[in-house]
């Protein structure tokens, strides 16, 4: 879609908006399913990037501590409680530029994928740029998604991050794509950017081919001591404005309401929801930072009448590997 198009989606009357979400998520997605997704943090804290709104950047003085990767044992111990509390999606990130073959780090990360892969949940890893055969040894792996966000809009990327660009972020997302994984692609909002970065934003999401599987719209949770810590929080109908777009825009997309959550109300995320969200991260802990609580999301779905996504067939133990 044009920015001129997605310009005039964000425009209309609110309720109209919102209506014409909800509508586009009807046709496409089961009624009332919201996919849970936990996340682990496998290596924290000591980055070298400069991203402006990241407590683990080793730029910025934010009480993170640097750590080494965690054992292969830790991370599916981690994994086999989020399966066990209803994810369907576990997603392992790690703090550093990117990822090298032949480095013992990223061995050590495509032994821990193969013991994950086997619990039958999706498998997403963030692990910052990687080339065509990286790539392919996710892949392989067993990594159904990988989570590279573009942020913000490429205009307003230089603003937060100077040690990589946005076009490294779009060659990333390519290798991800010639291996066949699912990208899955998204940014932050209240960074002082405007609508049209977001829009902007959201027509470089749209221009992928193939498009995003999922869509992360995550909210700036301002941390202590990067340069963004004294960011305003974002207006919640400007974020329900942006997730009705996103789903208009993307329809199959998962649209996922990701960071932020914490400083939401239980009204605001139930129209976060109405617009087109279809996932969140479950458990009371993001990569660094603070989500709701496990069994408050559970009460919120439930008053919602919304209910945890079940595990597609094809990630059932006993399916056929690699098709998950
Ligand atoms: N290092 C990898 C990378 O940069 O792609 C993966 C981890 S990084 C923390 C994943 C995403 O989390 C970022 O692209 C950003 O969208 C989001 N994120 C990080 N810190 C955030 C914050 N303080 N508030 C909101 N979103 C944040
Ligand atoms: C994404 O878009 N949001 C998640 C996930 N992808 C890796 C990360 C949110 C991080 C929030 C800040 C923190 O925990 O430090
Ligand atoms: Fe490093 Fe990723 Fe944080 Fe940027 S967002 S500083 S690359 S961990």
């Not at 942020?151 to 990333?172: C, G, I, M």
């Amino acid at each position: 879609m044009t920015l001129a198009e997605l310009q005039s989606l964000y425009e209309q009357p609110f309720f109209d908006l919102i209506a014409r979400g909800r509508a586009v998520y009807l046709e496409h997605w089961n009624n009332n399913e919201v996919q849970l997704c936990t996340l682990l943090s496998i290596k924290t804290g000591g980055c070298s990037e400069d991203c402006g709104y990241c407590a683990q950047s080793a730029r910025y003085s934010t009480g993170v501590k640097a750590e080494r990767l965690m054992e292969s044992e830790q991370i599916m111990a981690a994994a086999t409680r989020a399966r066990e509390n209803g994810s369907t999606r576990f997603c392992m990130g790690a703090a550093w530029k990117g990822v090298r073959e032949g480095d013992p780090r990223f061995e050590q990360v495509l032994g821990a994928i193969r013991e994950v892969s086997k619990l039958g949940m999706e498998v997403c890893v963030t692990l910052g740029q990687l080339s065509l055969g990286e790539a392919r040894k996710l892949k392989d792996a067993g990594v159904t998604a990988y989570n590279h966000n573009i942020d913000t809009s490429p205009e307003y990327y230089p603003q937060v991050v100077t040690t990589h660009t946005f076009q490294d972020r779009l060659n990333t997302i390519e290798a991800v794509q010639k291996a066949g994984m699912d990208v899955c692609c998204g940014g932050i909002i209240g960074m002082g950017e405007t609508v049209t970065d977001r829009l902007r934003m959201l027509e470089v999401l749209t221009g992928l081919d193939p498009a995003p599987e999922s869509v992360p719209i995550n909210c700036l949770m301002s941390m202590p001591g990067t340069p963004m810590e004294a960011q305003a929080p974002v207006e919640i109908f400007e974020l329900v404005r942006l997730i009705a777009v996103t789903r208009i825009a993307l329809p199959k997309a998962k649209v996922r309401l990701s960071a932020g959550r914490t400083r939401l109300t239980r009204e605001g995320q139930a129209l976060c929801f109405f617009a087109g969200a279809n996932s969140i991260f479950y458990g009371d802990k993001l990569l660094t930072a603070k989500n709701p609580g496990a069994n408050e999301d559970r009460a919120l779905l439930e008053e919602l009448d919304l209910v945890p996504q079940e595990p597609r067939a094809a990630c059932l133990p006993g399916a056929a590997a690699g098709v998950c």
